[in-house]
């Protein structure tokens, strides 16, 4: 018993150095230069989102949906927006052949940016934005540009189309119409820490 407890451990050792145990191996992280405007939505974003999870009485919880509304009305003037940093969750076409795409955007817990297919906010098939698209695949890190949608139903200023209150709070899911998507490379730092 002890014998097979002794090969067994070596057995194990050389294993773990083949394999394993290379402790020069060097690790990396991904740094995303994210201009100031998406930064400041971000925070906006999930600042309200902490406050409304934290808040219980029906009433306080809509008026820091109003709240946010009018943050988002002074951030954003036009609702343009240019190099905004994400990842693509979802790339689609419709019966329209025209492209749909969700964008998880990157330093956010849950803010998704998408065009609709409901409202025909396709990419057109013969745009440089849709060749682009032709390239990209779920995962992708992507750059973009474009505006948000105005809110009609005057609830967010920017659509956000959410069926529920919690739901826009939570995880709000913005329209928008795409100018521009293109692939987008991190620059890749490695942690040398030895």
Same mark, same amino acid.
Request: no cysteine; net charge positive.
């Given at each position: 018993?002890?014998?097979?407890?002794?090969?067994?451990?070596?057995?194990?050792?050389?294993?773990?150095?083949?394999?394993?145990?290379?402790?020069?191996?060097?690790?990396? %992280?991904?740094?995303?230069?994210?201009?100031?405007?998406?930064?400041?939505?971000?925070?906006?974003?999930?600042?309200?989102?902490?406050?409304?999870?934290?808040?219980?009485?029906?009433?306080?919880? %809509?008026?820091?949906?109003?709240?946010?509304?009018?943050?988002?009305?002074?951030?954003?003037?036009?609702?343009?927006?240019?190099?905004?940093?994400?990842?693509?969750?979802?790339?689609?076409?419709?019966?329209?052949?025209?492209? *749909?795409?969700?964008?998880?955007?990157?330093?956010?817990?849950?803010?998704?940016?998408?065009?609709?297919?409901? *409202?025909?906010?396709?990419?057109?098939?013969?745009?440089?934005?849709?060749?682009?698209?032709?390239?990209?695949?779920?995962?992708?890190?992507?750059?973009?540009?474009?505006?948000?949608? *105005?809110?009609?139903?005057?609830?967010?200023?920017?659509?956000?189309?959410?069926?529920?209150?919690?739901?826009?709070?939570?995880?709000?899911?913005?329209?928008?119409?795409?100018?521009?998507?293109?692939?987008?490379?991190?620059?890749?730092?490695?942690?040398?820490?030895?």
């Amino acid at each position: 018993m002890k014998r097979k407890l002794i090969i067994g451990t070596i057995v194990f050792v050389v294993l773990y150095v083949i394999f394993g145990g290379d402790s020069n191996e060097k690790k990396s %992280t991904l740094i995303f230069e994210i201009v100031d405007k998406q930064k400041e939505f971000v925070k906006l974003i999930d600042s309200m989102r902490t406050l409304y999870l934290k808040e219980e009485n029906q009433l306080k919880l %809509t008026n820091i949906r109003k709240q946010r509304k009018s943050e988002l009305k002074k951030l954003f003037k036009n609702r343009k927006v240019s190099n905004w940093k994400g990842k693509i969750t979802s790339l689609t076409t419709g019966s329209d052949q025209n492209a *749909y795409v969700k964008i998880k955007l990157h330093g956010s817990r849950n803010i998704t940016i998408e065009n609709n297919s409901l *409202y025909g906010e396709g990419i057109l098939g013969n745009t440089k934005t849709y060749s682009n698209l032709t390239e990209l695949e779920i995962g992708d890190f992507v750059n973009f540009s474009g505006r948000f949608m *105005y809110d009609y139903e005057n609830k967010d200023y920017l659509d956000e189309w959410s069926s529920t209150e919690y739901g826009s709070m939570d995880e709000p899911e913005f329209r928008f119409i795409f100018k521009s998507i293109n692939q987008y490379n991190p620059i890749e730092k490695s942690d040398d820490s030895d």
